[in-house]
């Protein structure tokens, strides 16, 4: 499906947050905002709602903690139970170091593959983008036009009135 | 909004916009690679070619290979593990606990001091893996059942834990590493020519397009992971001084242990970074990226863990003498003057005198000093292993098993083996990824550059006299948007 953009470039971080809060004022919705680098102030701007990974990296981490804890516990305890160095089968503060390891090892890994897997990063053979310069030194601020791009010159003045450098069109294939 | 006093030099000078920040570091990646870079290169590969032969020996032949003897079963091997992964610690000092305590100054040395991380633990792991004597049976130390029943491995074995640490520290850190790479990647991806390159850095760059949502989650996954891997650090070195410190060895059998290693990992781990980073900066000429700042501020952190490992190398006699234990307070006097003295000299002078030298101003902003400190810094932490190791092993209980250790000709292969497959990695790095966190440098730019009071562009290019800025002024819109503070 291809999907047709206003896009307004802009040069400095602060003209972008306060053209965000203008232009979601004026009752237009923001699309996305593509930018070289973290701004921050964006996510209020944009009514963007505070992530919930940490929320997962927890339970992530608890996961590890006892799948370390239960596998030092069954395979020393019950498995096969040794006394090493004469002490008792289920030596708990040795399986400390064990268990701390394999927590960060999951909570690690567990929250990269959900960032991957929730924000579509994965290798690609190309990617398109809606302009070349937003991971330089620009910063493009996107608007879904409809069918007939009616409300494109509105936006163009819009977005001019509010510091945008330039104002482009660009159509983009779902991806 | 930012605040900085107005006492802060700048981090970035020679007023640099978004674009030049880009175009300066993309610019190695796509050059071609220059003389100075190659040379480097087949030095580095001639190198990894003595590695290759000494992997070759000690695995055809078997550890006799090596020095050892039945006294001192564990010398370089372990020496040179244990070196390496401390020089690992740096990288994620910076990238985490800096990163946690709001530092702006690791931006642009995070990205290399990690690659030094990921890259001095493959150098680490090389050593056990070897010492193993048949490698193709690693996955022992896995808890997996035996081939010839269920028996499992033990857990209360530090060297156990060890294999759960260093792999869950070279994956964490890789994945740090790799996650701060993408967006920077996705810069060189959108400035690419050729296919190859556009086809590459697209893959590498997992699609990244640097939309708010995406960011904003990445700031998250930053912020966690630098959460968890600064416990980690800590916890790596510390299970790693376990290895000795839970036998009953003198000279190793001390609670002092855990904090001692990790103080002197950074230590170590600093001193590499200043080398590769004067280096690096050079080269590639990012002088206004690693400023003479910079320098002093690593030059600090290296005093300060230096003088940590000081104390505690005073602290561990002292306590040798106040525990009255005979062979304890025997294995420390043996160590100062006993047949290895000078490599507890060599300690002694390289890591207690050197780093106290930096107190003075002149020597904390001499790149040449600086370099030379460094070098010296990482001499004397691989004799404080060595110290620890052998001279605690050559004499312990019984005088009639007393021996001496040489290393052979593998033995040294080996080391300097493991320094031309980490050279070659890191040149291998330093040409193909971008060698500063481009992304992260920009947010900082401004921060720098807009300070009306802390940034004197005369004085940052009378000082730092390389590259003017050509591309007109900064970015310089008032900051007004404080709807935070």
Request: charged share 15%.
């Given at each position: ?57 927890f ?8 799948f ?95 510091g ?12 | ?23 300066d ?21 001639f ?7 000494s992997?070759?020996r ?27 992964v ?23 040395i ?15 792991a ?6 193993m ?29 060890d ?12 994945v740090f ?46 912020l ?22 839970t ?59 230096g ?56 020597v904390?902003?001499?790149i ?13 932490m ?26 052979s ?46 940034y ?11 590259q ?18």
């Open positions: 499906m291809t999907k047709r953009f206003a896009l307004g470039i802009f040069d400095d971080e602060d003209v972008l947050l306060h053209a965000i809060e203008n232009i979601r004022a004026a009752g237009v919705k923001v699309y996305d905002v593509f930018s070289p680098y973290p701004v921050h102030g964006i996510d209020d701007a944009l009514g963007i709602e505070r992530s919930r990974l940490p929320i997962a990296a339970f992530f981490g608890m996961t590890g903690l006892s370390a804890l239960w596998m030092q516990i069954y395979m020393l305890g019950f498995d096969w139970p040794m006394i090493i160095g004469g002490k008792p089968h289920i030596a708990l503060p040795a399986f400390v170091p064990v268990a701390f390891e394999l927590t960060v090892f999951f909570t690690c890994h567990g929250m990269a593959l959900t960032f991957f897997t929730i924000t579509g990063l994965y290798p690609r053979f190309k990617t398109p983008v809606m302009d070349v310069r937003a991971t330089d030194d620009k910063f493009v601020m996107a608007i879904e036009l409809d069918e007939t791009s009616s409300q494109f010159p509105r936006l163009t003045q819009l977005l001019r009135d509010n945008a450098s330039e104002v482009n069109q660009k159509e983009m294939t779902n991806n | 909004m930012q605040h900085v006093s107005s006492i802060r030099e700048p981090l970035v000078t020679g007023g640099k916009t978004l674009h030049d920040v880009t175009q570091i993309c610019y190695q990646v796509e050059a071609k690679p220059n003389l100075r870079w190659m040379a480097a290169l087949s030095v580095a590969l190198f990894l070619g003595v590695f290759f032969y992997v070759y000690t695995v055809w032949y078997g550890i006799g290979e090596w020095g050892l003897n039945k006294t001192v079963n564990w010398a370089w091997d372990i020496t040179n593990f244990v070196w390496w401390g020089i690992g610690h740096a990288g994620t000092l910076i990238s985490a606990v800096l990163l946690l305590f709001r530092q702006k100054w690791r931006s642009s995070n990205r290399a001091a990690e690659a030094m991380t990921i890259f001095a633990v493959i150098c680490a090389m050593f056990p893996v070897l010492h004597g048949r490698p193709w049976l690693a996955f022992y130390v896995f808890p997996l059942q035996n081939t010839l029943g269920s028996l499992w491995a033990n857990f209360n074995s530090p060297l156990l834990w294999v759960f640490a260093i792999s869950t520290y070279f994956t964490v850190s890789l590493w790799y996650i701060g790479l993408i967006p920077d990647f996705a810069s060189i991806r959108d400035r690419a020519k050729g296919p190859i390159a556009k086809f590459s850095y697209s893959m590498l760059s997992f699609g990244w397009k640097g939309s708010a949502k995406a960011w904003s989650r990445y700031e998250t996954v930053s966690i992971l630098a959460g968890v891997s600064t416990p980690l650090v800590l916890s790596v070195h510390t299970i790693v001084s376990m290895d000795f410190a036998s009953v060895v003198p000279g190793w059998h001390t609670t002092i242990f855990p904090p001692y290693f990790v103080a002197g990992a950074i230590f170590s781990g600093f001193a590499m970074v200043l080398t590769l980073m004067l280096i690096t900066r050079v080269v590639f000429r990012l002088e206004d990226y690693i400023t003479l700042e910079h320098i002093a501020l690593m030059n600090k952190i290296m005093m300060v863990t003088s940590i490992v000081g104390v505690a190398y005073i602290t561990e006699f002292f306590i040798a003498w106040y525990s009255q234990v005979e062979f304890e307070q025997y294995a420390f006097i043996n160590r100062a003057t006993g047949p290895y003295w000078w490599s507890y000299a060599s300690m002694m002078t390289c890591n207690v005198i050197t780093p106290q030298l930096v107190w003075f101003r002149r904390r902003y001499s040449p000093l600086t370099f030379i400190l460094s070098i010296i810094v990482n001499i004397g691989w004799f404080e292993r060595f110290v620890i190791i052998v001279t605690s092993l050559h004499r312990d209980y019984l005088p009639s098993s007393w021996a001496m250790f040489s290393p000709i593998i033995d040294i292969g080996l080391y300097v083996g493991t320094l031309g497959l980490f050279f070659t990695l890191f040149l291998l790095f330093a040409k193909f990824f971008p060698v500063i966190n481009m992304a992260e440098v920009k947010t900082i730019l401004k921060y720098t550059v807009d300070n009306g009071p802390t004197n562009p005369e004085k940052a290019h009378a000082a730092h006299a390389h003017p800025a050509i591309h007109g002024a900064p970015a310089s819109a008032p900051v007004t948007y404080n709807k935070h503070d």
